[in-house]
């Protein structure tokens, strides 16, 4: 079983809609959760950190089930700039060593 | 922007070749990381440096050694590369003081043929 498992997609999307994306892990003491951002062919950019109580950035609203080991991404109103991978990622231990899913491609077209 | 820069960001090399990447920082971050990305995984943790001269494994660190000198640089070497070392290679830093937050350099492609 993979540590951080994400449904790979692709996820299509017209433009306006609303489009949520889930994410498990299996370690338990994970300490810190996080959404990234993956254009094609670029680095990783991190997109929020994602806390216990919930939090919104604009359009972007994630959620983290520490009982279920479950954490989401909600995308409201997609913007065709909004297609990309989305990495969910855990970290933990001394070093803050990340562990990352496989991704979840969303594209969004008119 | 996080002061992040990798060379080269293309190779193309020959099996058992010795390959260095480089990965530069300008903001003095204490850790700095490797990892490689391939189709069908997670970016996976190759190396890591806590402080110079202060480095450990990650989860796929054979076949693969690193240096750091100095706070700025973390050289990422393959002694002799091999096929299945072809893969892209982020660099990362982690920003900030309790957080675990990672920003990542551009990228190296790296081809072993």
């Known amino acids: 079983r993979k540590e951080v498992e994400q449904d790979p997609g692709p996820f299509n999307v017209p433009e306006g809609a609303t489009v949520a994306f889930n994410c498990t892990y299996s370690?338990?003491?994970?300490?810190?959760f996080f959404w990234y951002r993956q254009d094609c062919r670029k680095e990783p950019k991190l997109l929020m950190s994602v806390y216990s109580s919930g939090n919104e950035d604009g359009r972007f609203t994630a959620q983290l089930n520490r009982a279920s080991q479950y954490i989401s991404l909600l995308i409201r109103d997609s913007k065709l700039s909004d297609s990309a991978t989305y990495l969910c990622?855990?970290?933990?231990?001394?070093?803050?060593?990340?562990?990352f899913g496989t991704g979840t491609r969303l594209q969004v077209t008119l | 922007d996080a002061g992040i820069t990798q060379s080269p960001r293309h190779k193309v090399t020959e099996t058992g070749t010795p390959v260095t990447l480089r990965c530069h920082q300008t903001e003095n971050h204490r850790y700095m990381y490797w990892y490689r990305q391939d189709p069908g995984h997670g970016l996976r943790l190759i190396h890591y440096s806590y402080g110079v001269k202060d480095t450990d494994k990650g989860e796929v660190s054979d076949g693969y050694s690193v240096s750091r000198s100095k706070t700025e640089d973390f050289l990422l070497t393959l002694e002799s590369a091999t096929s299945s070392q072809t893969s892209v290679y982020f660099c990362?830093?982690?920003?900030?003081?309790?957080?675990?937050?990672?920003?990542f350099g551009p990228g190296t492609r790296l081809t072993v043929l």
């Open positions: 990362a830093i982690r920003v900030g003081g309790g957080a675990d937050t990672q920003y």
């Open positions: 370690n338990s003491a994970s300490q810190s």
């Open positions: 990622v855990v970290a933990g231990g001394t070093a803050s060593k990340l562990t």
